[in-house]
């Protein structure tokens, strides 16, 4: 075979100070760049993404045509960003059910892989909150209901968040009520909840709205939405429930806690920590804040200033939705102003103590876009994945996420890495130089992340050069692969063709 020339694959230098996956990072496994986007008519939504068991990603939102009709729209993604074509036709799945529009807001994916979408359907201009329920192959589930829809046409909004219970049954939240229903798993409302499977506290007026539940670890029930004081002034505000739905005394004595913010134009996003503690996520003219109360539903003292951390943006930014990493960093997406007429996607992330760790605007375009992300999933491996829309339609940026910029033992790679040849055949050679002893691991990876081979398993090498001969099998199959050099803390994939 014909030798080509040889590659020269540079890596940041890592030293004591720098995470070797850098979390800010676009993860290039995805999609060959890190980013995705996926066309279905004029103007195509991401309202949230859920990660199945299997790392395969779903997506759900609305495609409006040039009428301003709007669609159920969704999409599932494959590990490496390409779409899944045993999902729907090629990969996405648009539904319709009223001439007025319909769309979803939330998704969970149940332990047997049907798909749970909370959103609105649009009954004749009468905006109606609508449960959703599809198998795994974007097909409408006849068990659920009967139909695999349920909606609440008793009253007037949108599910804005849909969750499981750890027995299965279903927990949403929306509507102009406050309303929060529980269901079982066929569909019909649970009866031990609120007596008829539904409850409608009132936080402060009856037009109050759910935009995120959250469950706790002991089944309490907890809130985050708006408290309506008039039609000009919303308040964020957080309620916790027992599980029989009535209000939580132990959480700020009468169960709700209302933050004093003008919040007319915004809507909060909110997430759990292993803790109990709460964090609520929203965004004020051109500041984002985050606040963390304690599981009694006081403010967090110890994080940010009075419990509260704050970024300011030059011209205007939004949060939009939050997550929280197994290390306790906290993960915020929206969108930011980058430029006179550039909206970008917005991804910041904090230390557990409230102060900022990285932020990163993305584009999908160089030329000015408006584009916003509005869900953030975070997978088994640390990695981030943002979604929203963009200039093309639904929009998927995934990044490296990771550990701090400041670890203890990063891996130990110097210079550039060098492998050839590339196209391969069925011999490569990998030279690299260590500054620190570390156990090396050097495998081979699919296109979609699956390990095909180790070659090399958590060997200690002394600091210096290597130079590390690899035969693939013969009976691998063309096609473009990864091969990964890691240590216990990091890893880099270099694409190789064959």
């Not at 915020?332 to 760790?357: P, Y």
Request: aromatic share 10%; glycine share 10%; hydrophobic share 40%.
């Amino acid at each position: 075979m014909k030798i080509s020339k040889l590659v020269c694959l540079v890596f940041a230098l890592i030293g004591v100070k720098y995470s070797y996956s850098q979390p800010n990072k676009l993860d290039v496994s995805f999609n060959g760049t890190g980013l995705q986007s996926t066309t279905f008519d004029d103007h195509d939504v991401i309202k949230k993404t859920a990660i199945q068991n299997d790392g395969k990603i779903v997506a759900v939102g609305f495609s409006e045509n040039t009428s301003n009709i709007k669609r159920i729209a969704m999409a599932r993604y494959n590990v490496n960003g390409s779409l899944d074509n045993t999902f729907g036709n090629g990969g996405k799945v648009m539904m319709s059910f009223n001439a007025k529009g319909d769309a979803a807001n939330s998704v969970v994916i149940q332990s047997d892989g049907k798909i749970l979408i909370g959103g609105v359907t649009d009954e004749s201009g009468s905006v109606i909150p609508t449960v959703f329920r599809c198998n795994s192959d974007g097909t409408l589930d006849s068990t659920f209901n009967g139909t695999g829809i349920l909606s609440l046409s008793d009253t007037y909004g949108e599910i804005n968040s849909i969750i499981l219970q750890s027995d299965g049954k279903i927990l949403a939240g929306g509507g102009r009520d406050f309303s929060i229903i529980r269901l079982n798993t066929n569909g019909s409302f649970d009866s031990t909840f609120g007596g008829t499977g539904r409850i409608k506290p009132v936080i402060n007026m009856p037009r109050d709205e759910v935009f995120v539940l959250m469950l706790q670890k002991d089944g309490k029930i907890v809130a985050a939405g708006k408290a309506y004081f008039s039609l000009v002034k919303q308040d964020f505000c957080i309620a916790r429930f027992n599980t029989d739905g009535s209000f939580d005394n132990s959480f700020s004595s009468d169960g709700k806690v209302i933050l004093d913010m003008d919040v007319e134009d915004d809507f909060p996003s909110a997430a759990l920590q292993s803790d109990g503690k709460i964090i609520l996520a929203g965004s004020v003219d051109s500041d984002l804040f985050l606040f963390r109360y304690n599981s009694d539903g006081s403010l967090d003292n110890t994080f940010g200033t009075n419990g509260k951390a704050t970024e300011t943006f030059k011209e205007w930014g939004a949060a939009r939705d939050v997550a929280i990493q197994t290390d306790g960093k906290i993960v915020v997406v929206g969108s930011v102003l980058n430029g006179i007429a550039n909206i970008d996607f917005l991804t910041i992330r904090f230390n557990s103590s409230g102060k900022k760790d990285f932020a990163v605007y993305t584009g999908f375009n160089s030329n000015e876009e408006w584009e916003q992300a509005y869900s953030v999933s975070l997978q088994n491996d640390g990695k981030i994945i943002v979604a929203g829309f963009n200039y093309a339609g639904f929009g998927i940026a995934r990044y490296m996420g990771g550990k701090s910029l400041e670890i203890a033992n990063p891996i130990v790679l110097d210079n550039e890495v060098k492998l050839y040849p590339n196209p391969v055949n069925n011999h490569i050679v990998v030279k690299y130089n260590l500054i620190k002893e570390s156990k090396i691991t050097i495998q081979l990876l699919d296109f979609e992340g699956k390990d095909v081979i180790t070659f090399v398993k958590d060997e200690s090498q002394n600091i210096g050069q290597h130079s590390v001969n690899i035969e693939l099998p013969g009976h691998l199959a063309s096609g473009t692969y990864f091969l990964r050099i890691s240590n216990i803390v990091g890893y880099k994939d270099i694409k190789i063709l064959k």
